[in-house]
């Protein structure tokens, strides 16, 4: 069964720059789809956790992201690190995290307080050697969430902000 998360739709400037990041690795796996995810809902019919995500949101104006840096989990609770990931500096998405953990329990390693708000570049190989790598920063206004479905890998649902 399908199994479902609250994202933040990547610009494609974004997605650019993460592809850029990652070129210059050799061995490293480069992410084809670029998410960030706010939280892992879980299985469940895609229209019906959208409403309980609208109602443990409910308030949320669209809002200013921001990618800040090169960072990565060396050691990531799951699959084969390290991985190199985009910093997102937006602290709506740490709330919107917060609030929603509080409706659908938090992974533990992934998700309440060692939550990271970020977009994935690379996984494995030499990905850590992009930690600290010089880029433009973007900055984006979110003004939209989706439930994004893991299996098909796209969004289902799409939240308007405000809510």
Known sequence: STVYSCNV???PELSRLARGVASCCLDAGPRDRHTLVIKRLGEGDPAGLARRV???????????ARVVAVDAFRDPPVGRGPVAYLRV??????EAHRRLCS?????????????VPHVTVAR??????LVGRAFDPVTWTVDALSIWSAEYDEEVERI???I
């Open 9 to 11: 739709p990547v610009p």
């Open 54 to 64: 609208r109602d443990e949101l409910e308030g949320t104006p669209p809002f200013e």
């Open 89 to 94: 500096d937006a602290p709506p998405i740490v």
């Open 103 to 115: 409706a659908f329990d938090p992974i533990d390693g992934l998700e309440g307080d060692d939550y």
């Open 124 to 129: 494995g190989g030499d990905a850590g050697q």
């Open 160 to 162: 308007s902000l405000p």
